[in-house]
């Protein structure tokens, strides 16, 4: 009886928590039925479900729809802008966006990303976050960068300058190659990343292009450039909105959108690899 009755009791109580001794129960009737019911599937079962019971429940909400939605109200603002929509000419009328509605969102998400250890979201977010400020700095009137480009204080006639113009275009063309770098990345992710990013990155290096163009004079050419750039953003904002709702309808239970996944295409002992690097 020692060590198999000690086994048998421990068993009993842990699976029928009510009984504590046998003496008007029938106890050992009742251990003997419960150790002929516990098959090793249902002990499997039983296991696995009491350690993700016990697991520590996430402390921090999933940020990345945050991010997303900083993101694209500021891409789609812009890239309207760009087209010319509803006779449009300057972002001046809603620099606010540029600074308090998607690098701000982008900012917490950001932290937040960090927190919970999600490294390409948390990279990406401050990228944007960044990038979303420079830009509203750029255009903000009161700070009259495009003055200084002229000898007269004109900001027009500085907007118009060679040396203004040159000096945005090579910033886009930074901006490229950092977009590149992250569309490179998500073409472990899935589809809808990889549009963004690589339309994100023909963009950019359109309205470069746009920006040479004017430094040069070519002002219809520039013109064209400008919508077409603005038109691939605005289909990349779109795409933003499409993971927003992605990721809210995982957070909600809500059925899920298809988003492509292509990391069913890589070795797993790749996919390891890179986890544990992520974890590093």
Excluded at 42 to 53: N, P
Excluded at 87 to 111: K, Q, W
Aim: hydrophobic share 50%; glycine share 12%; aromatic share 14%.
């Amino acid at each position: 009886m020692g060590e198999k009755s000690d086994a048998e009791h421990v068993e009993t109580i842990e699976f029928f928590p009510n009984i504590q001794d046998g003496r008007n129960l029938g106890l050992e009737s009742t251990k003997k039925s419960a150790h002929l019911a516990l098959t090793p599937e249902l002990l499997e079962t039983l296991y696995l479900a009491t350690k993700a019971v016990q697991r520590p429940q996430q402390s921090f909400a999933n940020a990345g729809a945050l991010g997303f939605m900083g993101f694209t109200i500021a891409d789609c603002t812009f890239a309207m802008v760009l087209m010319g929509w509803g006779g449009a000419t300057s972002v001046e009328s809603v620099i606010g966006i540029f600074f308090f509605t998607g690098p701000l969102l982008l900012i917490l998400a950001t932290i937040l990303e960090w927190v919970r250890g999600q490294f390409l979201s948390m990279m990406i977010c401050g990228f944007f976050s960044v990038f979303w400020f420079s830009f509203g700095m750029l255009n903000l009137p009161s700070v009259g960068i495009a003055a200084t480009y002229s000898p007269t204080g004109n900001a027009i006639e500085g907007a118009a300058s060679v040396g203004y113009n040159a000096g945005i275009a090579l910033y886009l063309v930074a901006l490229g190659f950092t977009l590149l770098t992250f569309f490179i990345f998500t073409l472990r992710l899935n589809l809808v990343m990889v549009f963004i990013f690589g339309m994100a990155t023909v963009a950019v290096y359109i309205l470069s292009a746009a920006y040479w163009m004017v430094s040069t004079g070519n002002y219809a050419m520039a013109g064209h450039l400008q919508k077409a750039g603005g038109a691939i953003l605005f289909a990349v904002g779109l795409a933003g909105w499409y993971m927003t709702v992605v990721i809210m309808c995982v957070e909600t239970g809500w059925p899920i959108p298809p988003v492509g996944d292509l990391s069913k295409y890589w070795a797993k002992g790749n996919a390891s690899q890179a986890n544990g690097a992520d974890s590093a």
